[in-house]
């Protein structure tokens, strides 16, 4: 069997479809690759572009990255962390919002940088870097009132309760690639390698978002695979319905890193599903440790991060 059919057994052994790529950073070789070109629903990893946009803003002086903002919570798109949940309106800068975004998966934070760099950058940047499968509808207050319209719902717990219901099927154009924010394995892998290289912002710019993302909190997917001190875990996740998804680079020490981007929808619909998350943590060690073999990354110096070469699938 190949590590392709190894990570599909783990992914209909937890009850979900999975697709699934995974490469070297900076480097021509092998991928681990399922479906890893096929469309799927961002969810909060289409966050990683608007870090990239704001980047790129604070880049061409358009945001200054230490000035601030007020952010008031009852104005905020709703979420399970950060600002929606605080008491008092709160002002930050620009970068802390930033990092809300990532490390807490922040709606709010989201929102506002969303509109502060505007959708039309977002857009340019996926025409810019030639993501063909990603598209950005809109942040997260447009995929709520989505779902809350296909629900049928008065508001968005009524609506998560309906969709964390197994008593009956509660369809949402927000878990169809073809109707709301979408991106591909494949795409995602190459914005983080274009971070990781100083390719796609500037040097100063890139390191700070690559530490932003090392500083994600949630450790339940791709991280509880590598649970060592001295291997950094750098990326984001996307939660919406059945849809579980992680995106990251897995970095051990004095090897070239590797770009890994999962993507899960489930059978279930509950709101907890450990088993899903597991087995992303699961499928991102085997594609991780089978390049790690294939490639013989152990012997290879540390990228260069001029090179920007494609890796091609692994053939068995």
Not at 147 to 158: K, N
Not at 280 to 290: D, F
Request: net charge negative.
């Amino acid at each position: 069997m190949s590590v392709e059919d190894d990570i599909a057994a783990v992914f209909a052994d937890a009850g979900c479809r999975g697709w699934l790529r995974a490469e070297l950073v900076g480097r021509p070789g092998p991928a681990v690759d399922l479906g890893g070109e096929s469309p799927v629903v961002a969810a909060s990893v289409y966050k990683v572009l608007v870090l990239l946009a704001v980047g790129r803003a604070f880049d061409a002086g358009q945001l200054d990255p230490h000035a601030t903002v007020r952010v008031v919570p009852r104005e905020c798109t709703p979420g399970p962390t950060g600002l929606s949940l605080f008491s008092d309106p709160v002002t930050l800068s620009w970068l802390d919002l930033s990092r809300l975004m990532i490390t807490l998966s922040d709606n709010a934070a989201a929102d506002v940088l969303l509109a502060a760099v505007g959708l039309d950058a977002v857009h340019a940047l996926i025409d810019e870097l030639g993501l063909a499968a990603t598209r950005v509808v809109g942040g997260t207050a447009a995929l709520q009132k989505q779902v809350i319209h296909d629900t049928g719902a008065l508001s968005l717990g009524e609506a998560v309760g309906l969709l964390a219901s197994n008593n009956a099927i509660h369809e949402s154009a927000a878990f169809d690639p073809a109707y709301t924010t979408a991106t591909s394995a494949a795409d995602i892998n190459r914005v983080l390698a274009g971070i990781w290289t100083d390719a796609v912002a500037s040097p100063d710019t890139c390191a700070t978002m690559r530490s932003i993302l090392a500083q994600q909190i949630w450790p339940h997917r791709i991280r509880s695979a590598f649970p060592y001190a001295d291997v950094t875990v750098a990326g984001k996740t996307g939660t919406i319905g059945p849809i579980r998804n992680e995106v990251a680079i897995i970095a051990y020490p004095d090897e070239v890193p590797i770009a890994v981007s999962v993507f899960t929808r489930a059978a279930r619909s509950d709101v907890y599903l450990p088993i899903v998350d597991h087995a992303i943590g699961r499928a991102a060690h085997l594609a991780v440790t089978a390049l790690r073999r294939e490639a013989n990354v152990e012997k290879l110096p540390v990228y260069d991060r001029t090179v920007s070469d494609v890796p091609q699938p692994i053939s068995r």
